[in-house]
């Protein structure tokens, strides 16, 4: 008899162990998966004041206690700067999920909760840097080449206004015009562009392939205009009459 009612705590202390162990979980409208809430857990609802230690940095922020530890990232993303898949929160040695609750997991006011930053959000944000210098440099490199192309877009309109004239340009500043441009496809070419950048890139490179496509049309309209004809004409003028006297000196 004794040892049926010895197997009996066995059982029900067992049991009772296994379902302190495992935890309910429920999703929330908003999709987070929480900590399911029994009627023993629940509590009447106040403010604690966390202590969160991060690094050589120490915040304090002021949370519901029936708030989950997901809730205290979002909070803590306006004092760090870090985003809530970058967070790592720790509470009495263990890292808390987003979806368990503070007082369910004994936190009290005052309490010291360590935040971590997710290493590999390190490394992900490391190669963001570096991704948004590479931009900045193309868009600097692509403004210097805007830059020279306006330039040569007036030279180039100059020498059509007169062809159109019908005035003659010397070979010879079509030809270097075609050259400049040229340089300026070469710089593009060798920028390396992403995104908007390389759209600007595009758009700039079409800009000198207009141009020289319209230099090459130039070139052959101001070979067939023909300079004009200098004539000189020579003044002739009729000697003054001499009329000299000569004054004779005693």
């Known amino acids: 008899m004794l040892k049926k009612k010895l197997s009996v705590r066995e059982s029900s202390s067992s049991s009772s162990a296994t379902t302190e162990e495992e935890t309910a979980w429920e ?94 959000s390190i490394e992900r944000r490391f190669i963001q840097m570096r991704i948004n210098v590479k931009i900045q440099n193309a868009h600097r490199a692509i403004n210097n080449v805007s830059v020279e192309v306006d330039q040569l877009v007036d030279q180039v309109s100059a020498i059509e206004k007169s062809t159109s004239d019908g005035v003659k340009v010397p070979e010879v500043q079509i030809t270097t015009l075609i050259e400049l441009l040229m340089r300026q496809a070469i710089k593009l070419e060798s920028i390396s562009a992403e995104g908007d950048a390389s759209a600007q890139k595009t758009l700039q490179g079409k800009r000198v392939q207009k141009c020289v496509e319209t230099l090459d049309q130039l070139k052959v309209c101001n070979a067939r205009i023909k300079p004009p004809v200098v004539t000189t004409k020579w003044e002739t003028f009729d000697h003054p009459p001499s009329s000299t006297k000569w004054e004779l000196f005693d």
Do not use: H, W
Request: aromatic fraction near 6%; include cysteine; hydrophobic fraction near 30%.
């Open 27 to 120: 999703m929330r409208p908003g999709g987070m998966l929480v900590q399911k809430r029994t009627t023993k857990t629940e509590s009447p609802t106040t403010n604690l004041r966390l202590r969160i230690a991060y690094g050589a940095l120490r915040y304090e922020i002021c949370v519901s206690s029936m708030a989950t530890f997901g809730e205290v990232k979002k909070v803590l993303s306006a004092e760090t700067g870090l985003g809530v898949d970058e967070q790592r929160l720790v509470y009495r040695g263990k890292e808390r999920k987003n979806g368990e609750y503070l007082d369910v997991c004994g936190v009290k006011d005052r309490s010291k909760v360590v935040l971590i930053q997710d290493p590999s």
